[in-house]
């Protein structure tokens, strides 16, 4: 009898995977192929499916099962798989049944439909254009926010979404860890004079070389294009269709071939996460990274602890060198000072290491201001660049270079914003716990070898899947809860000198 109850919920659970994996389809494609006159339609198709994913989830069918195997699977300490599953559907589908089915389909319609018009507004630096999508965006995730904790934590309904586990109260505590330390490093370095960009980078480098540069980058960190692919997109992400479909996005900057190299590895760090995960696990809900913390740590690990590295360059800037002849002259300590120059900017993902968390704050600070009502859509451009001369001293020119530059809130990713600087943090504690478990790493990713740390990561964190949390797998890989004096000590080994 539990058997076939867990052989049921199993099939249903999947079947939950599946649409959503659809989902990811409709929207990979909406974010690199789709011709515009598409979009309309597939608002509709996209709206559609992820009903479909959300009703198979809580209809009374999945619920009476996910009831009737709770004897035998609530013990925490059962780690099967059986168990981590149900716990899995314990925890969504307790979360997911207070949302009306009409509310997740009106959502996905309205934020696919806002992230095309986004774009457009974007290109054309319009905020005007933008704002009435993303006021029918926000009114809908308040909605959702209110359905989710009806006498609680409205802000948590939305991180929950991205970090289950994680309170407000704990991102509240750990971003009052940060930020005195983050801001008065930033503020040192941005009183000291920029350093001149080397002149073996002024010249123009061709898209179709770059391809080829950053395809070379993700595979030396190990990413398995037999698995995968990159494409282009006005906003670089990744989408795990499948363990064996993992796709990731780049942008170009014929002015520069840094910004792509690290958007690759990011991505493809990213990438490498959905592609460790036990195969057992495949084509189940535990096939995924576990939060969205634990997936930007794996983006800013490969992108900063390895990207921005001695040993990463020391084998990457032959391929740079060749592959760029205007380079040639270009030496490894010149690159390593281009890549980890501090100097406050406009824009997030192509912000230094130092400032970049600066910017999460004031993303976390505004959205909460915006679910309490104390600010308005209209009154957003202006508390942005009035947040970016309080926390980074520079004005944004334009709202491209503003509040348009992020696709998240458009495709509705209010409270996701905090999992890139949470990440930034258990980027460190990782790399750290890999390093004295493999103390050779270094030396062997300066011959272009990844394996000693990926096949750390794989073993620690990846192949787990969804299977724990963040908080523990970080405790089980590094002994200790996630925590920002790590991330800050690094800074300051880094930019305080
Ligand atoms: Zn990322």
Partial sequence: MAEAALDALRERLNRFHAL????????WDMETRMPRAGAASRALQYGAVLRAAHETLVDAQTLRLVDALAPRFSRADDESGDAALWRWAERETRRRRLLPAALVEDLARATARAQDVWAEAR??????????????????KRRQAEALAPAGDLYYAWLGEHEPGLTTADVDRLFSQLEPGLSALARAAAARAPSARPPALSGRFDVARQRVLGEAAARLIGFDFSRGMIDESAHPFSCALSLGDVRLTTRYDESDPFSNVFTVLHEAGHG???QGVDPALADTPLCGGA???????????????????????????????EIFPST????????????NRAQPSFIRVEADELTYSLHVLLRYDLERRLLSGALRVAELPEAWNAGMRARLGVTPPDDAHGVLQDVHWSAGLFGYFPTYALGNMISVQLYEAAR??????????????????????????????????????????CGGPISAAPYLAYLRGKYAA
């Avoid at 478990?437 to 272009?448: D, F, K, Q, T």
Wanted: proline share 4%.
């Fill in 328 to 339: 040639s002259a270009l030496g490894l300590d010149e690159v390593l000072a281009h890549v």
């Fill in 20 to 27: 959503n994996a659809a989902a990811g389809v409709l929207d």
């Fill in 291 to 321: 939060t969205m913390a634990l997936h930007e740590s794996q983006s800013r690990l490969w992108e900063n602890l390895v990207g921005r590295g001695r040993p990463f360059w020391t084998a990457f800037l032959p391929r740079l060198r």
């Fill in 436 to 477: 004295k478990a493999r103390p050779g790493m270094e030396e062997c990713l300066s011959r272009g070898d990844a394996q000693p740390l990926l096949s750390w990561l794989r073993e620690n964190v990846h192949r787990h899947g969804r299977a724990f949390s963040a908080e523990q797998i970080v405790r089980r890989a």
């Fill in 123 to 140: 290109a054309k630096s319009d905020f005007a254009l933008f704002r009435p999508e993303l006021e029918r965006v926000l009114a809908l």
């Fill in 272 to 274: 490498l996460y959905e």
